[in-house]
């Protein structure tokens, strides 16, 4: 059976203007599909264009060329059905965990009486129901981060844009947060995009790994399907052989556009 989609970029072109009127293309042709309910993980060197599909997806920015399609429909405007999990933390540090988790559904017009005990179901749901009266500053940067997440889960959207979500954290404290996006994740099965540097993370979450080549003009190059059994545990499936040979295959596509990449942002640097 088909699966339906619930984002597909067509031939999408992205494009800057610079200042001496010259045109840098980031992205070019890019031709990606996520179906609903499948997890996508994006890939590739630094500055090759993953944040930027993830936002063209959401609707902050608009392709050049090509199309966005969300659930059929072409997209006009910001994407209204996709909840966006940035990098950086995105709470308001004068409202404590249970206020910034409620403001979701409360500028929505959600009575407050009605989005307190809903987002303090969403906070237990993240293992901080003790920390609802807790302000940003007094939690850890993993606890932010389960707030950040219970904040975009409340509006139940139906596709998840993450970007690099767990990237500033320590390795131990990625994998608890892989693990309980993926507990998240099974219980409704939303469309996931996500954007990381590290792999090994897109092997252990992901259905699909999509990787792209380094910019300019970056394009998909390469698109693999992730046979591990679920559910997964994030501590125990980077053990399977089965992983390790993946790892092994994409990695072997994906460490020239590295090195590309890298050598691209030295000769950069010396041109400054």
Same mark, same amino acid.
């Given at each position: 059976?088909t699966m ?10 992205v494009?800057?203007r ?14 990606? %599909? ?6 996508v ?10 944040? %930027? ?8 920015l ?10 059929g ?12 999990l940035?990098?950086?933390?995105a ?45 940003p500053h007094?939690?850890?940067g993993?606890?932010?981060?389960r ?7 409340i ?23 892989g ?5 998240l ?5 939303k469309?996931v995009?996500?954007v ?10 992901a ?7 380094a ?15 679920r ?32 050598a691209?942002?030295?000769l ?5």
């Open positions: 059976m339906p989609t619930a984002v597909a970029l067509e031939n999408a072109k494009a800057f610079l200042g001496d009127d010259r045109v840098y293309t980031a992205v070019e042709q890019a031709n990606l %599909t996520v179906g609903q309910g499948e997890f993980a994006i890939v590739g060197p630094t500055g090759c264009g993953k944040s %930027t599909l993830l936002n063209v997806a959401a609707g902050l608009k392709p050049a060329a090509g199309g966005v399609e969300i659930f429909r072409p997209l006009a405007g910001l994407n209204r059905d996709a909840g966006y940035f990098q950086a933390d709470l308001f540090p004068w409202k404590t965990a249970i206020d910034n988790v409620a403001i979701g559904l409360e500028i929505k017009g959600t009575p407050r009486s009605e989005a307190l005990p809903r987002a303090q179901k969403w906070l237990t749901s993240v293992g901080l129901g003790a920390f609802a009266g807790r302000y007094m939690l850890s993993g606890q932010r981060k707030v950040a997440l219970a904040q975009v889960l509006r139940d959207p139906k596709i998840l844009l993450m970007d690099e979500p767990f990237g500033p954290l320590d390795a131990q404290t990625r994998q608890v947060m693990n309980l996006l993926l507990d994740w099974n219980a409704d099965r469309a995009l996500f990381t540097h590290d792999l090994e993370e897109a092997i252990a979450l259905d699909r790994v999509v990787i792209m080549s910019g300019p003009s970056s394009r998909i190059i390469g698109d693999w399907r992730v046979s591990l059994p559910p997964r545990d994030i501590f125990e499936v980077r053990l399977d052989k089965e992983f390790h040979a993946l790892h092994r295959e994409i990695w072997g596509v994906l460490k020239d556009e590295v090195m590309k990449g890298y691209q942002s030295t950069a640097k010396e041109a400054v």
